[in-house]
C-alpha cells in the first residue's frame, strides 16, 4: 500500500476468558469505512479443561461478522438462531434496535483440546438502519466468490469488489477480502477498491515503498484507489473497507449508535434487563462501569 496513512499494532485486550488482540477502535481511527471494530482471536490451543464461553451480551446499531480460521463457536441469540461456525463460513448478526447472543465451545468439543483461531467484526450500520429489526444469516463458503489476481487467490468475504459480490446480506458499500500468496506477487488492485481501505497481515509479510510488514500490523490507506503492494510467498492478507459514513459513531462496550443517548439508553435497558432474552441460556455479562474499547495496552 504505497499511501500508508497510518499503521495500527494489534494490542492485547482481554475479553474475559482469553487475550485477543485488537486492532479496531484505535484512538487516532475509530472506524475505516464502516467498519468499527475488529478484534484477532488467537491462535489459542484450548485444553480439555479450557472453553470458549462468552455468555449472553448485547448489541445494537451494528452487524457482526464472525470468520474462523481454526476451531468452532456455536452461536445462539434472542431470535432463537442455534448454529455452529466453522472455518470458512460466516455468521453475520444485525443487531437493529437490540439483540443478544452467546458463544460457546459446542458441547462435543468442551472435554478435549481444541484449537480457537479468526476474526471477530463489527460494522456499523446506516443511520437510518440502525434502529432496524435485528436478524441473522449463516453462510457457506460456496457463498463468497473466489478468483485468481495473478497467482494469488482472492476471496470476497463480504460486501461489493472486483465486480463479484459476496451472499453476506450488507448494509452499505463495502468489502472484506482474503488474499492468499504462494510466491510474490506485486499487487495494483486501488482501481477495484473505493472509500477508506485498511490492510491486515495474518501471516507472511507485505513490501510496501521499500518496507517490509509483518502480521499483527494494521495498515490504513489514505486513499484506496491507488492501493499497491507486493505480497512476499506464503502471505496471507485481509483487506476491507467501503464508503465511510458522514456522521461519526459512539461506541461503548457492545454497542454502536450516532447518539449517545441511545448508547445511554441501551446501557439502562441492559442494566434493567430488558432486551430480549436468549432461549435456554441463564445469566449474562454485566455492564463494564468503564468503556472497555479504549481500555487497552499501547
Known amino acids: 500500500m504505497s499511501n500508508i496513512g497510518l499503521i495500527i499494532e494489534e494490542r492485547p485486550s482481554d475479553i474475559g476468558n482469553f487475550l485477543v488482540g485488537r486492532l479496531l477502535p484505535f484512538r487516532e481511527k475509530r472506524t475505516v469505512g464502516p467498519f468499527a471494530f475488529i478484534d484477532h482471536m488467537g491462535p489459542v490451543m484450548l485444553s480439555e479443561r479450557e472453553n470458549m464461553d462468552v455468555g449472553p451480551h448485547p448489541h445494537i446499531g451494528l452487524s457482526t461478522l464472525t470468520y474462523l480460521f481454526e476451531g468452532s463457536i456455536m452461536h445462539r441469540d434472542s431470535l432463537g438462531t442455534e448454529v455452529e461456525i466453522k472455518p470458512g463460513q460466516v455468521n453475520w448478526m444485525t443487531a437493529g434496535k437490540g439483540i443478544v447472543h452467546s458463544e460457546r465451545t459446542p458441547e462435543y468439543l468442551r472435554h478435549s483440546d481444541k484449537p480457537l483461531h479468526g476474526l471477530q467484526i463489527w460494522v456499523a450500520l446506516p443511520k437510518h438502519l440502525e434502529e432496524m ?35 453476506v446480506p450488507v448494509y452499505s458499500p463495502l468489502y472484506f477480502i482474503e488474499l492468499k500468496s504462494k510466491s510474490k506477487e506485486k499487487l495494483q488492485i486501488g482501481k477495484d477498491l ?90 449474562y455479562v454485566p455492564l463494564p462501569p468503564q468503556n472497555p474499547n479504549f481500555n487497552i495496552k499501547k
Not at 146 to 166: M, N, P, Q, R, Y
Not at 211 to 222: I, N
Not at 273 to 283: L, N, R, S, V
Open 133 to 167: 429489526e435485528p436478524s441473522f444469516a449463516h453462510i457457506e463458503e460456496d457463498g463468497m466468490p473466489t478468483w485468481k489476481i495473478g497467482s494469488v487467490d482472492a476471496k470476497l468475504i463480504a460486501g461489493e469488489a472486483f465486480g463479484k459480490k459476496s451472499e
Open 194 to 283: 473505493y472509500g477508506e481501505s485498511g490492510l491486515y497481515i495474518l501471516e507472511g509479510s507485505i513490501e510496501s515503498d521499500g518496507t517490509t510488514f509483518e502480521p499483527k500490523q494494521l495498515l490504513v490507506a489514505k486513499d484506496a484507489s491507488i492501493c499497491e503492494f507486493t505480497m512476499n510467498e506464503n502471505t496471507t492478507v485481509y483487506i476491507f473497507g467501503g464508503e465511510a459514513f458522514p456522521e461519526p459513531r459512539h461506541i461503548y462496550w457492545n454497542f454502536v449508535a450516532t447518539t449517545s443517548e441511545m448508547i445511554e439508553d441501551a446501557k439502562q435497558r441492559w442494566i434493567d434487563q430488558t432486551f430480549p432474552k436468549i432461549p435456554g441460556e441463564t445469566g
